[in-house]
């Protein structure tokens, strides 16, 4: 793997994958939707979709046959702090993928025609995510989490919100976030690091350095709170957690463990054990860690019959204060460890999901950490240190929770 910083700021990391046929690229860029003004809510998610609409050499439909003619895909999508445009290609098509990656991301003209096209589609994907209660919940469960901060609003905006806006919003959007030091490339295909480095130099370094001085909005009131709203449903759902470890605190991936032990993505996690397999009173319940730059956030996720709601409740109490107040055994411990590392081993066996994790390990890090370097961090998780932070995250008293009943 080769990383290095051109001379306008943007960071650079390719892995090399000789023999494969299909390869995988994109721009990460370090702003999204925490990083809008109050009047601004839903502008970078407006931002992704009017990517596609036009540059000054491109008009959409050119855009969308770029690659999708060779058989390539080009995507974007939009985090509450990154802005990703990416795509997968057969080989031979390197460059056609990067020049088309940087004309959208560097040259989009967002003419007003083109915008209000997009309001109407994203006011349609509002619906549309508005008739998913389990998407929903987590949204808002962020707000009660994260209140009067742009962490706590919704990634796609409101109908309100963004049928206002103009070609001017988006550019000054852009002019304040857009900061090619916080940009980075991402590569992971069959092309040598030479060939490569021709077409960074060709269509990357020849992008003007631009700077920003926006300063990060960071998180300094968080509530305690808890929500039941009655709604149209079959079934109630149910959220719980409270604010945790940001990106960077040392803890974090100790609670990545505790995360996978309690509900993980396993079908033998102790709540999938002690209450789908044991009881039959979900089919779904999982445990989730989600770290922010400067926060984080810990929560537990349910569905089920109203008639159910309160006993699950008890038993998820229960394996919380079991991981708190005993310890893990050496056997399950050591268990646990390589059922997480099988995880991870797994999702970088995937390329796209590879070319992402090392491109934002490189825009959060400015460095990608090698896979046994990332295994050695999990295999010195003592036992005392998981129980530690055990204390620190399941206390259910500590817990804000939205609910979703059906209404009767």
Known sequence: ???????????????????????????????????????????AHLIEHCLFKGTKKRKAYHILSRLDAVGGELNAYTTKEELCVYACFINQYYERA???????????????????????????EIHSYADNPSE????????????????????????????????????????????????????????????????????LAVIPKISSNDKLNTVSKFKLD????????????????LPSYPLKNEKRKVLVLLANILGGSGMNNRLNLNIREKYG????????YQSFIDTGNFNIYFSSETKNFDKIMKLIKKELNTLKNKEIGATQLSL?????????????????????SIGKSMLYFDEVE???????????????????????????????????????
């Open 136 to 203: 929903t919940l987590f949204e808002d469960f962020e707000t009660i989490l994260y209140p009067d901060h742009a962490l706590g609003r919704t990634i796609l905006g409101t109908e309100k919100s963004v049928k206002k806006f103009s070609r001017k919003d988006i550019q000054r959007f852009l002019t304040r976030m857009m900061d090619t030091s916080q940009i980075v490339f991402s590569s992971v295909g069959n092309i040598p690091y030479d060939k490569f480095e021709k077409l960074i130099q060709k269509h």
């Open 1 to 43: 793997m080769k990383t290095y910083t051109l001379p306008n700021g943007i960071k650079i990391v390719h892995q090399y994958m000789p023999g494969v046929a299909v390869s995988h690229c994109g721009l990460i860029l370090k702003f999204g939707s925490r990083n809008e003004k109050e009047n601004e809510h839903g502008i």
């Open 226 to 241: 808890n929500v039941e709203l009655k709604k149209d449903l079959v079934q109630a759902h149910c959220i719980m957690g």
């Open 336 to 356: 646990a460890k390589k059922q997480l590392k099988g995880h991870i081993a797994i999702g970088h066996d995937n390329n796209s999901n590879l070319m992402l």
């Open 370 to 408: 090698s896979i046994e370097g990332v295994y050695d961090k999990i295999d010195s998780i003592s036992a005392e240190t998981l129980l530690e932070v055990a204390n620190e995250m399941l206390d259910i008293d500590k817990f804000s929770s939205l609910s979703f009943i059906p209404k009767k």
């Open 281 to 288: 009173y979900t089919y779904s319940i999982e445990s989730n």
């Open 98 to 124: 990067i020049e088309l990656i940087c004309d959208i991301t560097f040259y989009s003209t967002f003419l007003n025609k083109e915008i209000d096209k997009e309001k109407e589609v994203i006011t349609d």
